[in-house]
Each structure stands twice: as structure tokens, then as C-alpha cells.
């Protein structure tokens, strides 16, 4: 028996070494993809890169043993043991990725096993090989051969379950394979072949030639290494390219969610094709109060229950999948059942083929827009009911200055023709009473007129508001049924105001309210006294009330009830104007009138007077009783109105009185006369005259004659101009006694001062 040292063929042994670092690298890359996937893909990476590294170490073996030859010995392989040593690294390979990819801490473990397992793969070989020998080996050799196979073996387990980029694993993979190189070839050093004759187990049969085994096995490894790293790099690029992709995916959509969470005074429902609801934002969440609970409801919990019976949710998805969007306004209701009115958009979602496959629904409150187009309405409504009011006063105010005119000639005329008529017939003074009394009414019925135009003349003064009412006790006298009673605190503020006319707005106010009780009742006549309410100047106020237990008012009728020409009494009852009278004298007195009224609660009405500047109540003038007798003095008066018929009127009661009467038409007329008439002792004008009316005509005549007393008459409270002359006024109509009793006093006036007409500068 002689001990044999073996040789290795340099070829072989650098083929092994590229094929220890390509399989080592092959492993490795493979183990990230093992890593980047889970599930099944996950497992067969794992299996992968397992026989990568079992079956490459197996091959760089069987090359390196191939490259190993002994003189004069032919030396061939038995197939089984060849099998068993490949399974066996590949098995452990497999079993040692997966522990520690399930439990890191079992590294070491399993690295010790796995080199075991390598160990046991090389001597597994060696037992393979058939030759004329016996092998022994050298202990330290194997120790050292054992040692290097458990810590390249840890090494790769510890690498395959970190991140590494290419350079890495390259430099891994050639560390690896020159560490699994050099634990092959240290257990080669420590083998002795001592050859024998006798082939000691040795056989020729099945045996497999040697040289063309390790160029094949070799070619084969490496193609199947090539494979494997070809599919995991084409496997990392494609997840790269999928992660890219769903990192785009992945900002868009929250970019997108970041756009639809960002739309806050939007409520935005994403719905399925049946109409529930499938995803929402958080502006749907603070506009309508619903959280998670809302998905998987139909979105028709957001209609009132009288849309949800007419089927408007329904109809807005028909409209919507036909014609690809929706859009209404109505009410919705939160999850509180509170109420918004909101504008909503339905759009269709289809995919590729057209098919809707969902729809968006946006909801937008516009409440507010809502309410500012109502009160814009109601303003608008108020603007042109304001026109149409001050056109109806406008006209309501010529009318009655005309019909003043009309019947201030029918009640001089009537009046002169009474006193001229010598008849002892009782039916002729009783015809020309009746008729002097309707001229009458009509006159009071101008004044109504005129009040509700705000053209009367009003005569303000400072007014005990009780004791007016207490004044009025006689007056204020109706049926047996009705009772009246009053109630004022024992302090109240004096207002200032047209007493007769406030006396005159609470008797219609009264009429009203028993007209409202045809069964009787009670009429409370109050006052109190009340800071300003919107719309009045600042400061304290009056609120006259004159309150019945009648029928009361709707909400349509009391919206109309001021209105001029609008009654409840039927045709011949009512003309209309009473409320309208009643308005016209509080706001042309710096007030308000306010009506309160509910259906079978009565009706509340309100005066609101301000309070008088002087607390002070004038002491009553006592006025003498002026005769219509002929005067005693006879006067020189020049008469001067546009209208024929009041002028003649005029005149025929002027000439009546004893008086020498100048007629002129027109205020330049007059001024024509005046100088051509050496004495002039009074002049009675109108107003409203063409050209130059009444204050241009006393203006010119207090140039010339300034000694000359001027009569105004009108029938309007305030004149227009930059100036107030302090003229002696006689109201129209008028009739003799009054007329009469102006001349006198303006005579009065310019005996005492010697001068009637004070003009205050124009620039006052």
C-alpha cells in the first residue's frame, strides 16, 4: 500500500471558484426578492434561491472534485452517493432560509446547521468517489473544513435577510464563493489516498467518465444560475416598475383625497349604481353630521319625507345615468333632521364601456344665498310697492287739492245762496243744509285723502295724550255692548302732534274696532311710553294703542290692511282711507303706525308718537266768534287763483261780506294790478298756481307794498322752497265765517306790528 498525493487541473479549479461566487450571488439576489414578495411568491423565491446556493455549492464541489486526479488512477463516481450529496445542501439551504426568515434569531442555528449540512455534502462526495484507494483524513484539516463551511454559511443567511444593494451582494457573492472554495480545497489537503491492488470497492460499471462530466456540469450550473438571475432581475424590475407605479397610484390618490378632504363647505358622496352611499369626505361629515354610519345607506335619508314620497331621489339618479348629470335645489336634511337649502349635483361614473358604474354627489349649502335672494325679493317687492304708493299719493294728493277747489266753490256758493234766498218754503233751507252737509263730508273725505298723501296741513302742538282721549268721552260713545276702557299711567310723556287729527285717527281706530265686534265686546284705549323701534329716529316714543276683542286679522289681510282703498266692511261701508289717514298723520308726525292682529284674538293698534322736545301744554286761546254779517270796514282785497270757479267763489263770498273785490287769475296778473291799483289793503292767494305760485307772488308783494298783508290759501301741510314766510293761512275748503275770520286776523296782525311779512334769507 504506498500513500499518493493528488493533483488538481487549474482549469477546473478557477471554473469552481466562478461557480462558488456565481451561486453565492445567484442566492443572494434571489433572497431579496424572497424578501419583497409574501405568500406563494415569496415561498418559491425562497426555494430558489435555496437551490442556488445548496445546488451551487453541490456543483463548485463536483467541478473541484473533477478537477482532482490522482497519478495512474482512473477515478469515477457512484450516482447515488452523487444524488444524496446534492440533495442534501439544498434541503438544508431551504430548511435554514426559512427559520430564520420566520424567526431572525435562530441565525446562528441555522447557519451551524447549514454548514454541517455542507460538510456532510463534501464528504458525501468524497464517499462517491470509486478508485483503487482508501482515503483517510487529516482531523484538523476537517475541523478547519467544518469551521469555514458553518461561517460562510452564517454569513449567507445573515446577508440573504438584509438589504443590499448590487455591489453588495456582488462582493458578497465573491467573498462566499472563495470562502466555500476554500472549504472544499483545506478538506482536499487534509485527504490521503493510499493506493491498493486489490480495487477495494471498486467497480466499473455505472460509473460515469470524468473529464466530460465537469465541462457539462459546470456549463449546466451556470446556464441554471444565469436563469434564476435573470428571472430575479427581471422580477426586481418589474416590482421596482409596479412600485413606481404604485407610488404614482399612491400620491395621486392622496393628492386626490387630500383635494376631496380639502373641499370642506362641500359634501361630497361617492355611491353605488342602487343610490347607497360608498365613501364620503369630511365636508359631507360637518355639512350633514354623518360619520361611517352613513356607507351603506341609500342616499334618500338626505331628502325630506315629502320628497322621498314624490320619488325625487330616484328621479335625480334616472336623470342623471341618462343624461350624465343632475342638477337641484331643494331642502335636505342633516342627521339632526335640521333643515338646509342646498344645491345638488349628481354626476355618473362610467367606465371604459360607457356602463355607469357609480355616481358623485356634491352638496352645497347655499342657505344663505337663499335667504339673501328672499330679502332681496321682499325689498324689491317693498321698493316697487313704495313707488306705486308714492305715485298713488302724488295722485291722491292732486285729486284732493282739486276736489278742495270744487268744493270750497260749492260751499261759498251754497252759503251765499242761503243767506240771499227769502223763502218761507222749510224744504228749500233743508236742501241747502243737506247739500252744505255732503259738501261737508266730502271735504272731511279730502282730508283723509290728503293725510294719506301726507299733504295735509297739520298744525302740531304739544298734546296731553289722557286727557285728549278723556276729551273724547263723548264721542267715543257705541253700542250698549261695546265698552270702552282706557288705561294710561299716571306719568306720561306729552307728544307733539295735530291734536284735532289725532283726535280724528283714534275715532276711526275706535270705529274700526267696533265694526270688528258685531257681538260686542271691549275697546282698550292705552299708552306707554317706548324706546325707538327699527326704522323711527332715535329717542323715546308714545305707542298709542286701540285694542277690540273682535275677530281679529289673518296674515293676508293684516299685510293689506294699510293699504289705501282696502276694506273688510263690503261695498258702501268703507272707503279705505281710515288706516291709511291714521299712517299718513304718525309718520308725516315723526312715528310709525303698528298693527298687531291674530284670527279670533282681536286686533292691536299702535300710534307711535315722539315725545315732545317741551313738556309744556299750551294754554287754550280763546277765539272769538267772527260774524258773517256785512263788515263795518269795508276792505280793497285782491284775489288771485288759477281756477275760475274758486275765484268767482271767492269773490261772490267777499262781496257778500261788504268787501271791494279785484279778481286776477295768475301771480304775474296780480302783480300787474297791485301796481296800477293805488290801494290794496289785503291780498288772498292760492298756492299752487302756474308760474309764480303763492310765496314767489307774497315774496314780489313784500318787495313792493311791504305793508300789504298776504292770505295763503292751501291745502298742503308743507311747502316746498328754502324758505317759511310767516303768512296768515286759510285751509281749503273754506267757507265764509272762516274766510272772514282770516282777514281779520291778517288786519289784526298789521294793525299791532305795522309789518305782516317776515322773510327769512334764502341761504337759511
Known amino acids: 500500500m504506498h500513500h499518493h498525493s493528488g493533483s488538481h487541473d487549474p482549469v477546473l479549479v478557477a471554473l469552481s471558484i466562478l461557480i462558488a461566487a456565481l451561486s453565492s450571488y445567484t ?33 463548485m464541489h463536483f467541478v473541484a472534485m473533477l478537477a482532482f ?22 434541503v438544508v439551504a431551504a430548511i435554514a432560509f426559512l427559520v430564520v426568515s420566520q424567526r431572525p434569531s435562530a441565525l446562528l442555528a441555522s447557519g451551524f446547521g447549514m454548514g454541517l449540512a455542507i460538510s456532510g455534502m463534501h464528504y458525501t462526495g468524497m464517499a462517491a468517489m470509486r478508485m483503487p484507494a482508501f482515503i483517510t483524513y487529516d482531523p484538523l484539516w476537517v475541523a478547519l473544513s467544518i469551521a469555514v463551511a458553518i461561517g460562510a454559511s452564517i454569513v449567507a443567511l445573515w446577508l440573504a435577510f438584509r438589504t443590499t444593494n448590487v455591489l453588495e451582494r456582488l462582493s458578497a457573492g465573491v467573498v462566499m464563493g472563495l470562502a466555500i472554495s476554500g472549504m472544499h480545497y483545506a478538506a482536499m489537503e487534509g485527504s490521503s489516498f493510499m493506493h491498493t491492488d486489490v480495487g477495494t470497492g471498486y467497480t466499473g460499471h455505472g460509473t460515469v467518465g470524468q473529464a466530460p462530466l465537469a465541462f457539462l456540469l459546470a456549463g449546466t450550473t451556470i446556464i441554471i444560475l444565469s436563469i434564476g438571475l435573470a428571472a430575479a432581475i427581471y422580477d426586481r424590475s418589474t416590482a421596482e416598475r409596479a412600485s413606481r407605479e404604485a407610488e404614482a397610484l399612491r400620491r395621486s390618490e392622496e393628492r386626490f383625497r387630500l383635494l376631496v378632504e380639502g373641499v370642506a363647505d362641500h359634501a361630497i358622496f361617492m355611491l353605488a349604481p342602487d343610490g347607497q352611499v360608498a365613501n364620503w369626505n369630511l365636508g359631507a361629515q360637518r355639512l350633514m353630521g354623518y360619520g361611517e354610519e352613513i356607507v351603506g345607506s341609500h342616499y ?47 354626476q355618473a361614473v362610467r367606465n371604459a364601456r360607457g356602463e355607469t358604474i357609480g355616481f358623485a354627489k356634491i352638496v352645497r349649502d347655499v342657505t344663505e344665498r337663499r335667504r339673501a335672494q328672499e330679502a332681496l325679493e321682499r325689498t324689491r317687492d317693498a321698493l316697487v310697492m313704495s313707488q306705486k304708493m308714492e305715485t298713488v299719493g302724488q295722485l291722491t294728493g292732486g285729486v284732493a287739492h282739486d276736489f278742495n277747489n270744487l268744493l270750497g266753490a260749492i260751499l261759498g256758493s251754497l252759503e251765499v245762496v242761503k243767506r240771499r234766498v227769502h223763502t218761507d218754503d222749510p224744504r228749500i233751507h233743508r236742501l241747502l243744509d243737506n247739500a252744505i252737509q255732503g259738501a261737508q263730508r266730502g271735504a272731511s273725505l279730502t282730508q283723509r285723502m290728503l293725510a294719506f298723501a301726507r299733504k295735509q296741513d297739520l298744525k302740531p302742538v304739544v298734546v296731553d295724550v289722557p286727557a285728549l282721549v278723556r276729551g273724547m268721552a263723548a264721542l267715543l260713545k257705541f253700542d250698549p255692548g261695546i265698552r270702552i276702557e282706557t288705561h294710561f299711567p299716571l306719568e306720561l310723556p306729552r307728544v307733539r302732534v295735530d291734536a284735532n287729527q289725532l283726535e280724528l285717527a283714534i275715532l276711526n281706530l275706535a270705529v274700526n274696532a267696533r265694526d270688528a265686534m258685531a257681538g260686542g265686546g271691549v275697546i282698550s284705549i292705552a299708552a306707554h311710553e317706548e324706546p325707538a323701534m327699527d326704522g323711527l329716529g332715535a329717542g323715546q316714543y308714545v305707542a298709542l294703542s286701540v285694542s277690540d276683542t273682535g275677530c281679529g286679522m289673518d296674515e293676508d289681510t293684516l299685510s293689506r290692511a294699510q293699504d289705501p282703498f282696502f276694506t273688510t266692511k263690503g261695498v258702501g261701508k268703507g272707503t279705505g282711507l281710515g288706516l291709511s289717514m291714521v299712517k299718513g298723520l304718525a309718520e308725516q308726525s315723526g312715528g310709525t303706525l303698528v298693527l298687531k292682529s291674530r284670527p279670533g284674538e ?35 282785497v285782491l284775489v288771485v287763483d288759477d281756477d275760475l270757479l274758486v275765484l268767482d267763489n271767492t269773490a261772490a263770498m267777499l262781496d257778500d261780506l261788504g268787501h271791494d273785490v279785484i279778481e286776477a287769475c295768475s301771480g304775474e296778473e296780480a302783480l300787474q294790478l297791485l301796481r296800477r291799483t293805488p290801494k290794496i289793503d289785503v291780498v288772498v292767494t292760492d298756492y299752487a298756481m302756474p308760474g309764480m305760485n303763492g310765496l314767489k307772488l307774497a315774496e314780489a308783494i313784500a318787495v313792493e307794498r311791504p305793508d300789504t298783508p298776504v292770505v295763503l290759501s292751501t291745502g298742503y301741510a308743507e311747502l316746498p322752497g328754502s324758505m317759511r314766510p310767516h303768512l296768515p293761512r286759510i285751509s281749503k275748503p273754506f267757507d265764509q265765517a272762516a274766510l272772514a275770520a282770516v282777514i281779520a286776523e291778517a288786519m289784526r296782525e298789521t294793525a299791532q306790528t305795522g309789518s305782516v311779512l317776515t322773510f327769512l334769507p334764502r341761504s337759511a
Open 69 to 90: 486526479s490522482l497519478p495512474g488512477m482512473a477515478v469515477s463516481y457512484d450516482p447515488l452517493l452523487t444524488l444524496l450529496s446534492l440533495a442534501i445542501p439544498i
Open 300 to 346: 334618500a335619508i338626505l331628502y325630506p319625507e315629502e320628497d322621498r314620497n314624490l320619488g325625487l331621489p330616484d328621479a335625480a339618479l334616472t336623470e342623471a345615468k341618462r343624461d350624465g348629470k343632475s342638477t337641484h335645489e331643494g331642502w335636505r336634511l342633516r342627521k339632526d333632521n335640521s333643515r338646509l337649502w342646498a344645491e345638488t349635483t349628481i
Open 602 to 636: 282681536g286686533t292691536t293698534a299702535e300710534i307711535w308718537l315722539p315725545r315732545a322736545e317741551d313738556q309744556t301744554v299750551p294754554a287754550p286761546v280763546a277765539v272769538p266768534m267772527h260774524s258773517v254779517s256785512r263788515s263795518s270796514r269795508p276792505l280793497s
Open 27 to 59: 442566492a443572494l439576489d434571489l433572497a431579496t426578492r424572497m424578501r419583497a414578495t409574501s405568500g406563494q411568491a415569496s415561498l418559491g423565491w425562497l426555494c430558489a434561491a435555496a437551490i442556488a446556493m445548496g445546488g451551487g455549492i453541490w456543483s
